[in-house]
């Protein structure tokens, strides 16, 4: 009886550790590239794609650490936005340095934060962001997931 749950176990826990191999499920890296209160784009909740050096170097120079070039070489970019907050006291930041590949789609893991109701903030207009950088993979969507399992933003290719 031992035995058989020993098996049992392994056999769950090698498949739980398999990589995306066929397409259906598996894990990448993510990682952080800068985050801030002022460098997100547009009025609402986006992700873009930044898939050129150009783009990175206009918009993002100053803000992003490294070689861009050897970034995009390696790695797919993207721009998580809250959008435009009238106070501070919003906050987006990466949750796990793994994200969830599951038929082509990508989940990104992050810790979205707001002001608590009533809370006492500063009046400014904020446009807090994230941006990522993710293995250069085939996947053909990219969703961006809070820590309470709600959808905030979609990327399709």
């Known amino acids: 009886m031992r035995g058989n749950l020993a098996a049992f176990l392994c056999v769950v826990l090698t498949a ?19 985050s801030g209160l002022q460098c997100g784009k547009g009025k609402g909740v986006t992700i873009v794609e ?30 998580i936005s809250m959008g435009l907050r009238p106070t501070a006291g919003y906050r987006l930041s990466l949750a796990h340095t793994r994200a969830r590949l599951d038929r082509g789609v990508v989940m990104i ?8 109701p009533g809370a006492i903030t500063a009046q400014v207009i904020t446009q807090p ?20 399992g709600v959808e905030r933003a979609a990327w399709n290719k």
């Open 16 to 34: 739980c550790a398999v990589q995306e191999t066929d397409g259906h499920a598996g894990e990448l890296s993510v990682r952080v590239l800068t």
């Open 50 to 79: 930044l898939d050129s050096r150009e783009e990175l170097d206009a918009r993002y120079s100053t803000l992003l650490p490294g070689d861009l070039a050897s970034t995009l070489n390696s790695e797919r970019v993207f721009v």
């Open 109 to 116: 893991p992050v810790t979205w934060d707001e002001p608590a």
């Open 129 to 148: 962001c994230l941006i990522v950088a993710l293995e250069k993979r085939q996947y053909t969507g990219v969703r961006v997931v809070d820590q309470n």
